[in-house]
């Protein structure tokens, strides 16, 4: 569910730098969603121009109010931001971009998988809505420039893949809007934090 159109990317990795201009993949703005593991760069990648463009949504820790116990992630679809809960009355916030009307996830689920650097390609629906998507239909593989970007966490119910995912992006200008086939995305150094916290079985409380 993300999409670049001459947009430059500079990665920055143990002191080097690799700049990639003007690399325009098709229509994937909006996007996401039926992905598998893929190979890229390391985890460990920092990416030197993938900021909040918005200080509202910038990473940070905030009181939290609600009901859910620590280690638990809630995602309030309508004020655009992640939460995971901490101790002490705490979370940490992440600003998202989520999906579009009718298309959200919403409900309870757990993570039941996680991948560095996913591969990415849409499903039959997002075909179907979205005839132009046809050509990726075999996949784009994981690294800086896909459209689940750094990593992602695989929600599941019942033990079944729900083809909803909390992910990076290609695209970090979309945080904070309603723009994604479902999926709920994270810059890409947030989504990194998230991974670093999140464990496979962690509940997902999406409202």
Known sequence: MNGIDGVTWQVEMDKQHITRRG??????????SGCTSGDGPPLGYRFARDPDADPR?????????????PG?????????YLYFVEADGLATRYGVAVGEEGLSFKGEATIGYKAEWPSWKPTNDM??????????ADGIPGGPLNPLGAAALYLYQGGEDTLFRLHGTNAPW???????????RLTNTNIVDLYSRARVGTRVVVI
Request: hydrophobic share 40%; with cysteine; net charge positive.
């Open 23 to 32: 690399l325009v993949l098709g229509s994937l703005a909006l996007m996401l």
């Open 57 to 69: 949504y910038r990473r940070q820790e905030v009181a939290y109010t609600g009901s859910e116990p």
């Open 72 to 80: 638990t992630i809630v995602v309030d679809t309508a004020s655009r």
């Open 127 to 136: 075909i179907q809505r979205k005839p132009r998507l046809a050509k990726y």
């Open 174 to 184: 979309s945080i904070g809007r309603a723009v994604s086939n479902g999926c709920i």
